[in-house]
């Protein structure tokens, strides 16, 4: 009973922002701890991008993007959002906007019950 929904996924040239949206609804949504950013490009693994906790605003960072994005949250806890600048090629992925209830390591993807359907940013040369 947690609806994920990605937005703001697009075609931009290298050295472009995005800001990429998940809305987060449904009846138990209000039970979540965690909400996260994670991408995956083609024939590649998923990996983790950021992280945030709905209550505290605690925030974590992947060591590729740390110095480019920034993910913040609305005070409604209800929409997270990704902050991408000076975008790379290497930045072309599916988004997936991911939730969770418990504490633990941050990055790691099976610790996520729920997950949105992604959303596609792609980054020209």
């Known amino acids: 009973q947690v609806q994920l929904v990605e937005s703001g996924g697009g075609l931009v040239q290298a050295g472009d922002s995005l800001r990429l949206s998940c809305v987060v609804s449904?009846?138990?949504?209000?039970?979540?701890?965690?909400v996260a950013w994670f991408r995956q490009a083609p024939e590649k693994e998923r990996e983790f991008v950021a992280a945030i906790t709905l209550f505290g605003g605690s925030i974590d960072l992947s060591d590729s993007v740390k110095d480019r994005f920034t993910i913040s949250r609305d005070d409604a806890k209800t929409t997270v959002y990704l902050d991408m600048n000076t975008l790379k090629p290497e930045d072309t992925a599916l988004y997936y906007c991911?939730?969770?209830?418990?504490?633990?390591?941050?990055?790691?993807?099976?610790?996520?019950?729920?997950w949105g359907r992604g959303t596609q940013v792609t980054v020209s040369s």
């Open positions: 991911a939730a969770r209830r418990g504490t633990g390591t941050v990055t790691l993807r099976p610790m996520y019950g729920y």
């Open positions: 449904g009846p138990s949504s209000r039970s979540l701890y965690r």
